[in-house]
């Protein structure tokens, strides 16, 4: 599967399919419980590559509540910093609202901390199947929607996708969008 890359003002958008944590950026997001348990889906590998340094970080948190975002170091992660942020609660599916909440507050974690680079994986739960296709317009709208109407600085946003049928909805979508937003 091909990347797909488009820019939108200053911003380099990347839709691809692998392994997100092999990407050169600064800052990958993990999705959570509020509870910050890390230990579902890609959370859980951020969890056991990262290294307990990152482990005991995230214990003096404790709770967030859904939408929110903190931020720790990478630990042995490639990059610079892991945004947390908290998509659902109590096994309840991650909403619309709160998927673009989560979104819009992890790249204006990002804008603050001058960061220039981050990866998305999706942020639905895979245990309780999401669709695909209302994940990937959640996320790439609230992300085209913010970029369209800020300056913002940072260079590349990343959708890192984990799979054939993933990559092929944001791939759908980013084609939808680039029509409804009149993006060329």
Known sequence: MD????????TKVKVCCGDLLTQEVEAVVSPESTKLE?????????????????????????????????????????VKYIFHVATWENMKLPVRENMQIALKNCLLHA?????????????????VKLAYDMCARVMMEEVFRYLLNNDSSLELIVFNLFNESSFNSFKKMTNILKEEFLII
Do not use: H
């Open 38 to 78: 890390m230990d579902l889906g890609v959370a859980a590998i951020i969890k056991e590559k990262a290294g307990e340094a990152v482990q005991r970080e995230i214990a003096k948190i404790g709770t967030i509540p859904v939408g929110e975002v903190v931020v720790t170091s990478a630990g042995a992660l490639g």
């Open 111 to 127: 804008e603050e901390m001058k960061v220039k680079s981050i990866a998305f994986p999706t942020l639905a739960l895979v245990k």
């Open 3 to 10: 990347d797909i890359c488009l820019n939108i003002k200053n």
